[in-house]
């Protein structure tokens, strides 16, 4: 993989999404660098709206963008509400991506997902395997829009010489993970199932599908710490995963959960849930050739996530 240093130091940088998890924990990141982070909230600028995202960036113009904005939800909000992922998420790459063109940002990272892989992609899932293959169904909608914002990436790069990368994040979780317990990813729904079954002395949990899926989590600090090395190091039109290269099933890893929160009742299986996609860990050969590597480790990771969920859902005293 080319490296190719890119200066930070001074520059204006957009976190678009600094309010959901990835540009939280890449604002946190970026407080490190001698940077000017800019961020919008929603209300002043809807990410979807193409006049108010073109008209916000003709006036401040960042110099560097991630581009960390999303709709995103677990396996129930990606197979359910799946005309608002494929459209608010096509909408704000298209915005976000060509008003950076339009305003000459020097460099721009669209976050992508390892769900753009093919269903039945050989694991460790590479990156040249996008579009070889039909798509695991219940994120299609999702997995087409990010695919399309990673073509947009490759044709601004491609036609206008526009310095802009596109990175893969397996799946992600931490503080400021969203806790629904419908909608959110397995991480989160887990962490929050355990720890009010351990509040309420119920001696059951269920745990969505056969348990036999299996996944590769990342702690969202590094994912962050990841994208921050790969702006200063990285340009070109291939893609990169970011993982840490290890995937476990879903029936052990509801157990290291169930261990960390200190619940010690039952885990029970429900197979009328859907298993998703049997198996997407990804390939972290470039990753690692471009000089980065994960450094926390799941338990680690979980203990964190799991401290940060008890303090965002401390309620205090009257
Ligand atoms: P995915 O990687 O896109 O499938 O995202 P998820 O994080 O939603 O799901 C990962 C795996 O965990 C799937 O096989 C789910 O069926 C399984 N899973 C088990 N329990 C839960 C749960 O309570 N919520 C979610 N979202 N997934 C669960």
Redesign the pocket.
């Known amino acids: 993989m080319a490296s190719a240093p890119f200066e930070l130091k001074g520059k204006s940088v957009y976190v678009a999404g600094h309010r959901g998890m990835v540009g939280a924990a890449l604002a946190r990141r970026l407080a490190r660098e001698d940077v000017k982070l800019v961020t919008v909230e929603r209300r002043d600028v809807d990410l979807c709206n193409q006049a108010a995202v073109f008209d916000w960036f003709a006036r401040v113009r960042p110099q560097v963008v991630f581009l960390a904005a999303a709709k995103v ?6 197979n359910t509400l799946r005309a608002e992922f494929i459209y608010d998420n096509i909408a704000i790459a298209a915005n976000v991506i060509h008003a950076a063109h339009l305003n000459r940002a020097e460099k721009l990272m669209f976050l992508g997902s ?2 753009i892989y093919p269903k039945l992609a050989p694991q460790p899932l590479r990156e040249d395997t996008v579009l070889t293959g039909p798509l ?1 169904p ?2 299609e909608p999702y997995a087409i829009a990010k695919i399309a914002g990673i073509k947009m990436a490759e044709a601004y790069r491609g036609q206008y010489g526009s310095d802009f990368i596109s990175v893969m994040p397996t ?1 992600l979780y931490g503080p400021g993970d969203n806790y629904h ?10 962490i929050r ?1 355990f720890h009010e079954a351990k509040l309420s002395g119920a001696k059951n949990v ?6 036999t ?1 299996r ?1 590769e989590f990342l702690y969202v600090d590094d994912m962050a710490d990841a994208c921050v090395h790969l702006m200063k190091t990285y340009s070109g039109a291939d893609l990169i995963n970011i993982g840490t290269g290890e995937d476990i099933a ?1 029936a052990e ?2 157990h290291v959960v169930a261990e960390i929160v200190g619940y010690r009742g039952e885990i029970s ?2 197979s009328s ?5 049997p198996r ?1 860990l990804l390939d972290v050969s470039r990753l690692d050739k471009l000089g980065w590597r994960a450094t926390t480790s799941l338990h680690d990771g979980l203990k964190k996530a799991y401290a940060a969920y008890q303090a965002a859902t401390i309620v205090p005293a009257q």
């Open positions: 939800g677990g396996i129930f909000a990606n390892s769900c695991e219940t994120n799946n317990p419908e909608l959110s990813h397995v991480v989160a729904a887990l199932r269920v745990v969505w599908g056969t348990g899926p996944r879903i890893f509801a299986f429900d849930r859907p298993d998703g996609t997407k």
